[in-house]
């Protein structure tokens, strides 16, 4: 019986081969079925059979990852938005309730930044950070942002009106933002990446916040 792998040829009955050791028998990889190695067709299934190194070669090759996009240099404007005295508020309330009090300021903030077309990058707690020129610029990208900044004001002013007994006092935000120069890629590992912009501009919104 011949080796697939390295072409020794072996005597029959036996099921790894004397020189490689690998095995004689070919798997099938559609359904497992053990096959000769002069099969050109699995006896379990029908299924055309590979050759054994290739097959071997196939099964072991990891799947390819998805493609990363390349960094990008780019003029951006950051906005950073953060929940006042969330601590307090937290110890205020049920956690089931701070934490609809959360999504409703999310949802709020977010319905005010798509309409001036801001990206929202992250969610940190009860903060967030958004980018105006990215992915798409705009010739007013900072000024989208201030006007997106007033209106969260406002938004989180109706919020407070609609969920004053609730909260037990009144919700605020303090904003940061700042135009300059970054890198925009995609950070972090496997199933959890996110385009992150890098550079002073991030943290010089994040200290006027």
Known sequence: MRCSRCQTENREGRRFCSKCGGSLDLACLACGFKNGPSDEFCGGCGQALVTGAVQVAEAKTPAPESPSVDAERRQLTVMFCDL????????????????????????????????????????????????????????????????????????????????????????????????????????????KREQLAMGETPNLAARVQ
Request: charged share 25%; glycine share 12%; hydrophobic share 35%.
């Open 84 to 191: 006042l005295d969330s601590t307090r508020l937290s110890e205020r309330l049920d956690p089931e309730e701070f934490q609809r009090v959360l999504h409703e300021y999310h949802s709020v903030c977010s319905a005010v930044i798509r309409r001036f077309e801001g990206y929202i990058a992250q969610y940190l707690g009860d903060g967030i950070v958004v980018y105006f020129g990215y992915p798409r610029a705009h010739e007013d990208d900072a000024q989208r942002a201030v006007r997106a900044g007033l209106g969260i004001v406002e938004a989180i002013a109706g919020m407070n009106t609609r969920r004053q007994q609730d909260l037990g006092g009144q919700l605020g935000v303090r904003l940061g933002v700042h135009t300059g120069l970054v890198v925009v890629g995609e950070m972090g590992e496997e199933n």
